[in-house]
């Protein structure tokens, strides 16, 4: 069975940090980019940065572009966003999506094949 599970999410402070994670089950990393994605309650999903299969290169918004980092660690299966310099406006649901078929600019705006079921993450004092 092809399972995504985020975690790390959780409350904190304005200019804290947070560390998600995406663990994949049933199959493997290796062949697919992945991508973090967050969404409110009707708002629109925004990409939020996009790691490739292949070479490792990594695609961010611009509003988390130098505060956030994509990576992916293959031998455990999993990829992590960390998140520093947190802001009120980083309050959202986030989740990530896995894809075998799309580069990460294309990744970021189309989305993944699997999902996970989301972690919330809310900045607030």
């Known amino acids: 069975q092809v399972q995504l599970v985020e975690s790390g999410g959780g409350l904190v402070q304005p200019g804290g940090s947070l560390r998600l994670s995406c663990a994949a089950s049933g199959f493997t990393l290796d062949y697919y980019a992945i991508g973090w994605f967050r969404q409110a309650p009707g708002k629109e999903r925004e990409g939020v940065s996009c790691i490739s299969s292949s070479d490792g290169s990594t695609y961010y918004a611009d509003s988390v572009k130098g505060r956030f980092t994509i990576s992916r660690d293959n031998a455990k299966n999993t990829v992590y966003l960390q998140m520093n310099s947190l802001k009120p406006e980083d309050t959202d649901v986030y989740y990530c999506?896995?894809?075998?078929?799309?580069?990460?600019?294309?990744?970021?705006?189309?989305?993944?094949?699997?999902w996970g079921q989301g972690t919330q993450v809310t900045v607030s004092s």
């Open positions: 999506a896995a894809s075998p078929r799309w580069t990460i600019q294309t990744m970021c705006v189309m989305g993944g094949d699997y």
